[in-house]
């Protein structure tokens, strides 16, 4: 009997010389058509924003199969969630609020003055957004999780106002699920939409004036969390209007490893990012083609007793995952850094020092015990992270998402007239007389 085809494509990088752009085009990464989702879920959005909830329920009842009998989660159905909760869960979930808010409160910044000379400072300000919604997807898996790595930034950034949106569930009564909702009442979230998809980030944004029970949703400010394409296409399509963290793709999982590495951690790990959506991407990269036929093995068993095991190997098998082979660890980092993952893990010799050396990685992961799926519940860090490549410019949901930098400018008339020739001359330069003359003028009267 043959053996079964690999579940992963190989890319042999080892004998090629790429420049950076030819290497980020060779690489798997999946198609994520965000225009053409734009475009489809642009008459929803307006739909919201010019008939609010009502627009809403008529989106859920087409798209979630339920008409919510109300969008605003009454504090009972909360209370309740939490009071029905497995203990064993809310112990889980309590831990990873303690890990996360332990990482997050070293992150909040105090307010730094610079004194630029006697009688001249500037002070950066360290202000958070007002009103902020967070969104918490519901389909193919529920992510309480996700409630966590939303909230808690959020308070410690020190956020007063936070509404939390979430899809109504058929099987719930047109509730969001209960674990999701025993999640807002742990942290004291009692502002929650049953909603979404792009309608709910389209209320969150344009607000409205009753949600059915004759109170209305203030919008928000900003909007952070992770979510499906047509999430990610509607945060596109109200971006201005309000601020958003990212505009999130499928999970991403690349992992840099060498002949040191363990086959069954490699391709356990490949597997866990895989199980969330067949379009995930589970890249392997290495020097070890011992190492591929191993993981390959691995796979192969693991996949076939994975409850999920449809999914995830359509998964592996799609384009955007893959082995990726490199003459050694060198170019590794190179390939990696060129990918920017989401998740990154470094299984090699010298992990600890290979992974100083990575420069682009949403959130990277350092030696065999330390798998993607600690950081998605409790290793303290943050899931929310950048996506398809823009982990080069973007960096993953953090205290520092919800807080804005302003800088308070305190000069006195000898400071003022230290810069005056400075300033006046770079006005005249730049054909702004007004602005020149605005500064001379408070030394002629």
């Known amino acids: 009997m043959p053996d079964p085809a690999p579940l992963l494509s190989v890319l042999d990088l080892r004998e090629r010389s790429l420049s950076a752009a030819e290497l980020s085009a060779a690489l798997p990464r999946a198609e994520l058509d965000v225009e053409a989702a734009a475009a489809a879920v ?51 979930l309590e831990e990873s609020i303690a890990r996360v808010r332990a990482v997050d409160s070293a992150q909040r910044r105090p ?196 409850p999920r095991a449809d999914l995830i190997a359509e998964a592996l098998r799609g384009e955007q995952s893959g082995v990726v082979l490199v003459r050694d660890v060198e170019q590794g980092i190179e390939v990696v850094d060129s990918y920017g993952a989401e998740h990154l893990e470094i299984h090699t010799a010298e992990a600890a020092e290979v992974a100083a050396r990575v420069t682009n990685a949403g959130a990277v992961f350092v030696g065999p015990h330390a798998p993607v799926s600690l950081g998605d519940y409790a290793a303290g860090s943050n899931h929310v992270l950048p996506t398809g490549g823009s982990a080069r410019f973007g960096g993953g949901l953090g205290v520092q998402t919800f807080l804005r930098g302003i800088h308070v400018v305190d000069y006195d008339e000898a400071a003022l007239k230290s810069a005056r020739h400075a300033a006046t001359t770079l006005a005249a330069a730049e054909g702004l007389p007004a602005h020149g003359r605005a500064i001379d003028i408070r030394f002629e009267r």
């Open 42 to 92: 642009r008459p929803v959005v307006e739909d919201v924003a010019a008939r609010g909830a009502a627009a809403v329920l008529d989106a859920s009842e087409r798209f979630d199969g339920i008409r919510p009998e109300h969008l605003r989660v009454p504090a009972a159905a909360i209370e309740q969630a939490l009071a029905e909760l497995d203990p064993a869960i809310r112990t889980a």
């Open 111 to 306: 307010d730094e003055r610079v004194e630029v000379v006697p009688g001249g400072t500037v002070t950066q300000r360290w202000v958070p957004v007002r009103r902020v919604g967070l969104y918490v997807p519901g389909g193919r898996a529920v992510l309480p999780s996700s409630v966590i790595m939303n909230v808690v930034p959020a308070q410690v950034a020190g956020v007063r106002q936070i509404v939390l949106a979430s899809p109504p569930q058929k099987e719930r009564g047109g509730l969001p699920d209960p674990t999701i909702l025993a999640a807002c009442a742990l942290l004291g979230v009692t502002e929650v939409i049953a909603a979404g998809g792009a309608q709910a980030i389209a209320l969150l944004a344009h607000g409205a004036e009753d949600l059915g029970d004759g109170r209305g949703l203030d919008a928000v400010d900003m909007i952070t969390g992770p979510g499906n394409v047509y999430v990610a296409a509607a945060k596109r399509l109200v971006r201005g209007r309000v601020g958003i963290d990212a505009e999130a793709g499928p999970t991403e999982i690349a992992i840099l490893a060498d002949a040191e590495a363990h086959p069954a951690y490699v391709a356990a790990d490949l597997i866990s990012q895989a199980e969330h959506d067949p379009m995930a991407a589970s890249v392997l990269v290495t020097d070890a083609p011992e190492l591929v036929d191993a993981v390959e093995a691995e796979l192969a068993e693991q996949v076939a007793q994975a």
